[in-house]
């Protein structure tokens, strides 16, 4: 008997499968909280490598003073929201893993997020090369995930019967 409060200890994946898993989930995650987020959010003005340079590299055009304080304040609010999605993913990974409804969650960010950017390269028009294999690196960490989650909730889930 478990004491209340307690956590109760998931399905666990075992073999090599283990490691493709771990890497990919954590990977993600932290590359969502680390580069992708605190460093959008933190690269001040002011700093040893200016934003604007930064900014004006991904945008990559010579943008009016209001255009890019507009883009820049976009630019932040989606970093805020990749960072708040990797601490998440950090936070809730056990419940990601074993109950269907933040599983679903999870894994409909991932794969809206790399729908959208499929959709930009119709639309928009071709990215930088890194932006289109970030397509490939997003759709791989869901299908992992996926795959690695449909043991975890089934083992998770009470035997009905």
Same mark, same amino acid.
């Given at each position: 008997?478990?004491?209340?409060?307690?956590?109760?200890?998931?399905?666990?994946?075992?073999?090599?499968?283990?490691?493709?898993?771990?890497?990919?989930?954590?990977?993600?995650?932290?590359?969502?909280?680390?580069?992708?987020?605190?460093?959008?959010?933190?690269?001040?003005?002011?700093?040893?490598?200016?934003?604007?340079?930064?900014?004006?590299?991904?945008?990559?055009?010579?943008?009016?003073?209001?255009?890019?304080?507009?883009?820049?304040?976009?630019?932040?609010?989606?970093?805020?929201?990749?960072?708040?999605?990797?601490?998440?993913?950090?936070?809730?990974?056990? $419940? %990601?893993?074993?109950?269907?409804?933040?599983?679903? &969650?999870?894994?409909?960010?991932?794969? *809206?997020? =790399? /729908?959208?950017? +499929?959709?930009?390269?119709?639309?928009?028009?071709?990215?930088?090369?890194?932006?289109?294999?970030?397509? $490939? %690196?997003?759709?791989?960490?869901?299908?992992?995930? &996926?795959?690695?989650?449909?043991?975890? *909730?089934? =083992? /998770?889930?009470? +035997?009905?019967?």
């Amino acid at each position: 008997m478990q004491a209340p409060g307690a956590r109760r200890e998931g399905p666990r994946l075992t073999g090599p499968w283990r490691w493709i898993d771990a890497l990919a989930f954590h990977g993600y995650a932290w590359f969502l909280i680390l580069p992708g987020g605190l460093l959008g959010l933190l690269i001040p003005r002011w700093g040893p490598l200016p934003f604007e340079v930064y900014a004006r590299g991904i945008f990559d055009a010579d943008l009016p003073e209001q255009v890019l304080a507009s883009a820049l304040n976009q630019y932040r609010y989606m970093k805020s929201m990749e960072f708040g999605f990797g601490v998440f993913s950090v936070c809730f990974r056990d $419940f %990601i893993y074993t109950d269907r409804r933040f599983n679903r &969650f999870y894994l409909g960010i991932i794969f *809206l997020g =790399a /729908a959208e950017r +499929a959709l930009s390269v119709v639309l928009d028009g071709m990215p930088r090369p890194f932006y289109v294999a970030a397509i $490939f %690196i997003e759709l791989s960490v869901g299908l992992i995930v &996926f795959i690695s989650t449909r043991r975890t *909730l089934r =083992a /998770a889930s009470p +035997a009905v019967g």
